[in-house]
């Protein structure tokens, strides 16, 4: 199985400031790396999916980068209501299957 | 507009069986290229990725939860049925199904179920 490492565990930000939220895959993926928010009582949102692709109506202040086992979730300019957990999830074919990072929490400086 | 919406027991107790549905609209398991999973998040925990199924009927499981797990379609009521087995306390969760992004070899999901809590407890 292919295991997602997400880091920092949490990170405190100031409003109007960069984030930058790693995820490191135990083996390639490829391209196959989608980033979510979840903020507390709701459903996980997907903002990334094939690494960079910004999912439908996503702002354009989340971006993300990277291939193979390195990839970066950055919101250049955090708004209040970006404050929430964030994770990765990859897809692979071999081993086959779908997992999930264990989270960023991303928090008010 | 896709939505998707789970219903299932509330609680269950150790050793018994959880069926879950998930009803949907605004797509269809007949189309090609569309999927729908099933993930959980225990209590103060991260999202844990159970299984999928293709209009095909194609089904995929987590490895390590394969041999208690049974997911199934049905097309004609728009719905996606997951059975876990054996249930345990640490399967308390909250349940989510959701509908599958497939852009050529990518995977992603992309409209959420609000979710479903299920406790374990005798």
């Known amino acids: 199985e292919i295991v997602m490492t997400q880091s920092p565990a949490t990170l405190s930000v100031s409003p109007g400031e960069r984030a930058t939220l790693s995820c490191r895959a135990s083996q390639s993926v490829s391209s196959n790396l989608a980033w979510y928010q979840q903020k507390p009582g709701q459903a996980p949102r997907l903002l990334i999916y094939g690494a960079s692709t910004r999912a439908t109506g996503i702002p354009a202040r989340f971006s993300g980068s990277g291939s193979g086992t390195e990839f970066t979730l950055t919101i250049s300019s955090l708004q209040s209501e970006d404050f929430a957990v964030y994770y990765c999830?990859?897809?692979?074919?071999?081993?086959?299957?779908?997992?999930f990072g264990q989270g960023t929490r991303l928090e008010i400086k | 507009q896709i939505t998707l919406k789970e219903s299932g027991p509330t609680l269950v107790k150790p050793t018994q069986t959880l069926t879950l549905t998930c009803t949907f609209s605004?797509?269809?398991?007949?189309?090609?290229?569309?999927?729908v999973g099933w993930i959980r998040q225990p209590p103060g925990k991260a999202l844990e990725w159970l299984a999928l199924?293709?209009?095909?009927?194609?089904?995929r499981y987590s490895p390590s939860l394969k041999s208690r797990l049974t997911i199934t379609k049905d097309t004609s009521k728009n719905q996606v049925v997951l059975t876990m087995t054996n249930m345990d306390p640490v399967d308390t969760a909250t349940y989510y199904c959701?509908?599958?992004?497939?852009?050529?070899?990518?995977?992603?999901?992309?409209?959420w179920g609000q979710g479903t809590m299920v406790t374990v407890s005798s």
């Open positions: 605004g797509f269809s398991l007949s189309t090609s290229g569309v999927g």
């Open positions: 199924i293709y209009w095909d009927d194609d089904k």
């Open positions: 959701a509908h599958i992004l497939v852009v050529g070899m990518i995977r992603a999901f992309d409209i």
């Open positions: 999830q990859q897809y692979n074919n071999w081993p086959p299957g779908i997992t």
